[in-house]
C-alpha cells in the first residue's frame, strides 16, 4: 500500500510528459521529459497499433488457415495441414510478415498468399466492425475493463487494509 501511495503522489506531482524508449528488442524504459507537461493525445501516432495489427491478423490468418487446409487436404495422413502445423510451431506466426516471407523461403507461394488473403479479409471485417459503431463497442469494452481492474485493485487494497473490528467491549 505504501509503494503505491508513493507512485501514485509522485505521479499526480509530476508535470513533464512520459516517453518510452526501446533499449532492447524486449525491454522499454519510460523516461521523464520536463520541458512541457503534455495534456493532449494529438501528438500521438498509432504505428506501434498498426503493426501490432498486422501481427495479429496474420496469426488469427493463420488459425483459420490451418483449419481451411485441414478441411481441404485430401491426403489420407493430412500431409500438408501437419506441415503447416509443424511450420508454425517451428517459426513465430504473431511476428507477421517475417512468418509470411519464411513460407515462401520454404516454397509455399499458395499458403502465404492465401494467409494473405485471409488476414485482408479478417481486417477489412474487424474495420467494418468498428467503423460500423464509430468504434464505440471497442471503447466501451475498453471502459469495462478498466473499471474491472480498478474495482478489483479496489476490493484487493480495502481487503489489504481493513483490520478486524472489534467491538466497545473489547477496546
Known sequence: MYIYTMVYRSLNSFTGSLSINRVS??????????SQP???YSDQTFDDVNTMLVKYFTFRSLQ???SQVYETDPSLMKQEFNWLVDFANENKPSAGDPFIEALYDAGKPELANRIMTNRDGLMRQWIHEITSTGGLDAGIAMTKHNMDLSIKQLDKSLNLTIEPSRSIDEA
Do not use: D, L
Not at 528488442?25 to 520536463?34: D, Q
Open 38 to 40: 503534455n495534456y493532449a
Open 64 to 66: 483459420y488457415t490451418v
Open 25 to 34: 528488442k524486449r525491454k522499454g524504459i519510460i523516461s521523464k521529459s520536463e
